[in-house]
């Protein structure tokens, strides 16, 4: 059995409520009395959903998008007051490639209470990464100029799944499409039985991982919370496959089915890519007019299915999936520890005010007023996904976790997961859970069928 403990929040100004609960979460997971014995040696990342600084396109809009400030200076408080001001804290994410992390680091005025908590515990080693190895500078959504960034300082753990992978044998090798225009890259990682991902060595390090996800809709996976949140703690997303380059009836999850516009589509981006890698200045350039003219034809990616932002993606989940197992038996030398021993983990999802719609980037603000948490992710993600209104059996992000594995994200059944809600101290099962928000949370637009297929099964 696992339990999945959630709370009510009305908003980010209850920080009494906040600290409670964050304390009452690492005291009940054991990891509070784990962090007050030892020296100075322990390290404790704390990993929130910082993907950007703001809505795609409404820049003053970003407390749906985000994991809110308080909650991460709430835990970064408690665990350095139960580990007496001494050790390691970092808070750290790889946000999108053409991300400002300045920009999310001053949301909430997080930096000047940031350097507050530094004040406060001096022993303390306070760590503030920006895990990319490389930026991004956009023009018309198309790469304009690449910047080295700093290394993490503990460096990169390069870890191969190999055919204990989720995308071993899929039919998707040899066309997937990872962050950036050369698939060589992506494909180069993942072929045969090599299926190898590069990982922040500071996440793979630490004594404590501590995930602090956005409750949120995403067009890849259908949600994205505690699973979906590892793709920050990458060095290069470009080793991630996103999706399949192709029409389902050829094995790929690009588009949900074949279409004229799709293979000009697909032909298109093709061509603008290799111009943009192959052809300083005028290659970009010559991306951006044809990005722009197939838009206008095609239409705009907040209306079209494309690039794999469907419920038909199969690709995405796996690669997913493979990295929650990486993180939680990883070791920094690229080894995997045994089945027995996984990483000290806890998740505390950020519900206060969650994501709908068109997600990661651009939802629309959900009053959801709840965290969720627990030690389990799969556990926690199958309850957010039913505070959101969906059945997690029908996310296939959610539902795989659960699969037997050599390396399993979680030893429990779906059906075992309880649900304690200490608003009202109630128990329940996770098929009894109801959303939080009467109507639940509206899907993204490739994810519409998710909707109606939940809302028949709770009908019937």
Partial sequence: MSIVTIRKVDNYNDSPGIRSFVREMLESSGHAEFLSQGDSSKLVVVKPNWIQESHEYEPDIWEPVITNPSLVLAVVEEVARIM????????????HAYADFDGITARGSFRERWAEAGRRWPGLQLELLDLRREISIRKEEVVVERRKNSDDPRGYARLNLGADSGL???????????????????????????????????????????????????????????????????????????????FPDAG???????????????????????????????????????????K???????????????????????????????????????????????????????????????????????PSKVLIAGTDPAAVDAAAARAMGYDPAHLPVVAGAFARHRW???????????????????LCHLGEMRPVVEQGFEPHFGWKALRAEDMRRSNE
Wanted: proline residues 5%; contains cysteine; hydrophobic residues 30%.
């Fill in 408 to 426: 399993p994200i979680t030893t429990c059944r779906m059906d075992e997961i309880r649900i304690q809600d200490r608003s009202n101290g109630t």
């Fill in 252 to 294: 790929g999850d690009e588009f949900p089915h074949r279409s004229l516009g799709g293979r000009l589509e697909g032909s298109l981006k093709r061509l603008g890519r290799r111009c943009a890698l192959g052809l300083p200045l005028l290659g970009p350039w010559m991306f951006r007019k044809m990005r722009n003219v197939g």
């Fill in 168 to 246: 071993y044998g899929h039919r998707g090798e040899g066309r997937y499409y990872g962050a950036d225009y050369d698939t060589s890259v992506v494909n180069s990682h993942h072929c045969g039985d090599r299926h190898e991902y590069l990982l922040s060595g500071t996440a793979i390090a630490c004594d404590l991982f501590i995930n602090l996800p956005k409750l949120k809709t995403h067009k890849k996976t259908g949600i994205t919370c505690c699973l979906k949140n590892l793709v920050g703690i990458n060095g290069d997303k470009n080793w991630l496959p996103h999706h399949t380059e192709g």
């Fill in 296 to 366: 206008s034809i095609l239409g705009e990616s907040g209306e079209v299915i494309r690039n794999g932002n469907w419920m038909g993606n199969d690709t995405c989940w796996r690669m997913v999936l493979d990295l929650n197992r990486a993180l939680l038996f990883g070791n920094t030398d690229g080894s995997l520890r045994g089945a027995d021993r996984p990483k000290r983990y806890l998740a505390i999802v950020d519900g206060i005010l969650g994501g709908e719609g068109n997600g990661p980037l651009c939802p629309k603000p959900v």
């Fill in 84 to 95: 007496g001001g001494r050790g390691t804290v970092c808070v750290c994410d790889a946000p």
